[in-house]
């Protein structure tokens, strides 16, 4: 695994830190690699995988795919399968998508909400879990990276 998805703990004052260290991810993603984000509502998910595109150098405007399941971007140097599975009734459906067969396209995945279909997810998979620091001030992150 490379170095940069080591355990560690950011701490993100603010919205444009948060974008930055996911796009410093994205800078260093390579083919097959899954990352799950993780958080609460407007804990920042959507901003990190932005950012994440920007690394990966993806033009088009990147979106939380609520409703669709999986948006695929394939402008950057890797396709990016950006999923949001808050809405999944089960693992099942995610199976039905091509969720495996998206993990091994030579792609990187990146999954909102990862922890509910965590029994599919490879072994390597990337956990990025981005709370609220509720006594700091509301802006701030903390952002934990765990695999």
């Not at 150098?57 to 990147?62: L, R, W």
């Not at 009734?89 to 495996?100: C, I, K, L, N, Y």
């Amino acid at each position: 695994m490379e170095e940069f998805v080591k355990p560690a703990v950011y701490e993100s004052p603010g919205e444009q830190e948060t974008y930055d260290l996911g796009s410093h991810f994205g800078e260093k993603a390579q083919p097959d690699q899954v990352f799950v984000l993780e958080g609460d509502l407007g804990a920042g998910k959507t901003v990190f995988a932005k950012g994440f595109a920007k690394g990966l150098g993806v033009e088009e405007p990147v979106t939380s795919p609520t409703f669709t399941i999986v948006k695929q971007y394939d402008s950057g140097r890797l396709p990016l399968y950006h999923m949001d599975v808050y809405r999944i009734g089960d693992v099942d459906e995610m199976e039905e998508v091509g969720a495996q067969e998206m993990f091994a396209s030579g792609g990187v995945c990146l999954i909102e909400w990862g922890g509910m279909i965590e029994d599919i997810l490879p072994e390597d998979t990337v956990w990025i879990r981005i709370e609220r620091d509720r006594e700091d001030d509301f802006n701030h992150r903390r952002i934990t990276c765990s695999y």
